[in-house]
């Protein structure tokens, strides 16, 4: 049974950084492109951030690019968000999945396991 848990969400002021994890078990993170979405309330659930197959390309949402950084850690199974420069905008609850697609699957359909997700509080 696959199971995705996210920690290190919270509250953090304008500016800040946190560092989300997600530990995978059930699967092995570096045979599925891994990624990490967000929903605000009220809102529909966006991409945020996959790193491929392969492990070695990443891509972001331009609402966050340059500010966040995607990785993985094969060895504990787990994958990771950094978030710097930190926005009112990027208060949400965030989301781990991961697809079997190839390349770099920004729709959320494609993903087949989601985690139950960690609350990101960004304040002013």
């Known amino acids: 049974q696959v199971h995705l848990v996210e920690s290190g969400g919270g509250l953090v002021q304008a500016g800040g950084s946190l560092r989300l994890s997600c530990a995978a078990s059930g699967l092995a993170v570096s045979s599925y492109s891994m990624g990490w979405f967000r929903q605000a309330p009220g809102k529909e659930r966006e991409f945020v951030a996959v790193i491929e197959r392969s492990g070695t390309g990443q891509d972001y949402a331009d609402s966050v690019k340059g500010r966040f950084t995607i990785s993985r850690d094969n060895a504990k199974n787990s994958l990771y968000l950094q978030m710097n420069s930190l926005k009112p905008d990027d208060t949400a609850v965030y989301y781990c999945?991961?697809?079997?697609?190839?390349?770099?699957?920004?729709?959320?359909?494609?993903?087949?396991?989601w985690g139950q997700g960690t609350q990101v509080t960004v304040s002013s």
């Open positions: 999945a991961a697809s079997v697609a190839w390349g770099f699957p920004v729709k959320k359909n494609i993903y087949a396991y």
